[in-house]
């Protein structure tokens, strides 16, 4: 499986060329994975909460067992309704809570987009970077990438306390996202943040945008040289082309004209 990751020109481009940004995800080996809280669309990872099948039998246990006076199952069902009021007052925290324990990297499928190179490529003048993802791979390597595909509707999923539920929260988006063709990479050990990941594995090839000025094609290709020296690698650099006559994109010598 191939996937695609759109970045900017930042400072990392400019001299003396070893600052921190989007460069390190290719000198460095470094990938960015962003709190829920900080994605630009609001709808994201804010789905409804059913509270009312949230609360199972075995949480309302757990509640009527940490008080100081225990409660009967009786007393504990029949405190349900004011615990979720209680929830729905303080939603925000409750949801914040959720989020806190997850941190995300955004793929796509397709590295020929022309919204996403405009908007996540600093309008085709950043890069897009290629990833080979194995389709077996050991989920307790920290430093693998595993997307998940985003699933696009009209309406919000409404979660409860059910892993299938709880997958839904952080993979289903608005119908309006569907041309990012996202795949996500949810880490639940790791907080947000600049991680780790396999370049030697993963990192397969560089696309530069149609608009990306020759000093910064320059400084993309001499990393990329620099790190296939490293780490004896064959990492190779293309640049997008528009399409003849068509509102799209080719990349020679990899996707052909349309």
């Known amino acids: 499986m191939l996937r695609y990751k759109y970045l900017p020109i930042d400072d990392s481009f400019k001299p003396p060329f070893d600052k921190k940004g989007s460069l390190s995800i290719i000198r460095d080996g470094t990938i960015k994975f962003t709190h829920p809280r900080d994605f630009n669309d609001p709808f994201d990872c804010h789905p409804e909460i059913d509270f009312n099948n949230f609360l199972s039998t075995e949480f309302l246990k757990k509640i009527g067992k940490g008080r100081k006076r225990r409660l009967s199952p009786a007393k504990r069902i029949s405190e349900k309704p004011k615990i979720i009021a209680l929830l729905k007052r303080n939603e925000s925290v409750f949801r914040e809570g959720i989020n806190n324990g997850i941190s995300i990297c955004c ?145 020679p010598g990899k996707f052909d004209a349309i």
């Open 107 to 251: 793929l796509s499928r397709n590295p020929l987009q022309l919204l996403m190179w405009s908007h996540y490529a600093s309008g085709h003048t950043g890069f897009v970077v290629e990833f080979f993802i194995p389709e077996i791979e050991p989920r307790s390597n920290l430093n693998s990438l595993i997307p998940f595909p985003v699933e696009y509707k009209n309406d919000k999923p409404k979660v409860d306390n059910s892993k299938s539920k709880l997958k839904e929260y952080v993979l289903t988006k608005g119908i309006d996202w569907k041309y990012e063709d996202e795949e996500r990479v949810i880490d639940f050990d790791r907080k947000a943040g600049i991680h780790a990941y396999d370049r030697k594995q993963s990192l397969k090839s560089v696309i530069a945008g149609m608009r990306m000025t020759d000093d910064n094609f320059a400084t993309l290709k001499n990393t990329v040289e620099t790190v296939n020296e490293e780490l004896g690698t064959s990492v190779t650099v293309y640049r997008a082309q528009p399409s003849p006559g068509k509102f799209a994109l080719f990349v």
